[in-house]
């Protein structure tokens, strides 16, 4: 639908008219940070009457998204994995990237952990039902296969993939998974439990299995049609106000918050290349 109203924007300039619907953003957003999101863009545009439309999905889905259609005015993945590959491939302007707020990943499991899930190895038992994100394009698939790869053993990795039932397509649908009880655990973040409190719980990993701390930034789509509106939004995100949406679902406003929580200093972003054998199953 937002692809008709562009065309139909487009011409109506053309021919001197701005009808109301043009003072739109488009953001392609990972779906990492979907519930303040949807939140702070609808503060967004009552302050401010621009109306925020959010395509959300898989940070690396959305990016080729935004590549494909060569539409959207900010980029707004889940992690600095895909924001790496947004700026090598020139989709957005890079001198404008900011850091918005901090993740770490963790092992979400249905509230009250029924099947008693209190380790990585723990999801190597045999029968146990789990579900990482896809990470061939979504960011918490690839801190998942990058924390299996680093703490478990060629057999160990073979049965935790033995009990993978689901390969999700985002972030929201790693966590619908729990909160819907179709799989006993998930790879996710730990700000899962704060979307679904009566349904998820996070079990945190052991501060040694934590390869990094993730982050949500955000940039400027080259494909922009105003960058000083895009800019807008980007400034109201890093507000108080902004901050302080997400700071209720309790993301880490800091490195240092993120490590807090941990017990250790970790580096923070970077990019993981997903071995191949993840990526064709």
Known sequence: MFY????ICVLMIMLSITPAFCNELIIFAGAAGKPPTEEAAKVFERTTGIKVSLIFGG??????QMALTKKGDLYFPGSS?????????????SDTEQYVVYLVPAINVQK?????????????????????ANPEGVCVGVYAVEIIEKNLNMQEKTALKNNIMNYTESCEKTATAISLKAVDAVIGWGVFQYWDPQRIETIPLKKEEIVRIGYIPIAISKFTSDRQRAQKFIDFILSDEGRAI?????YFMSPQEASSWIGEKKPVGGEYIVPRLWIKR
């Open 4 to 7: 008709l109203r562009w065309i």
């Open 112 to 132: 009250g952990n029924p099947k008693q899930i209190k380790t990585l190895k723990d999801l190597t038992r045999p029968g146990l039902k789990v579900a990482i």
């Open 81 to 93: 994995d895909y924001m790496e590959i947004a700026k090598k491939k020139g989709l957005v302007l």
């Open 59 to 64: 940070s690396g889905f959305v990016l080729s």
């Open 246 to 250: 997400f700071k209720k679902y309790k």
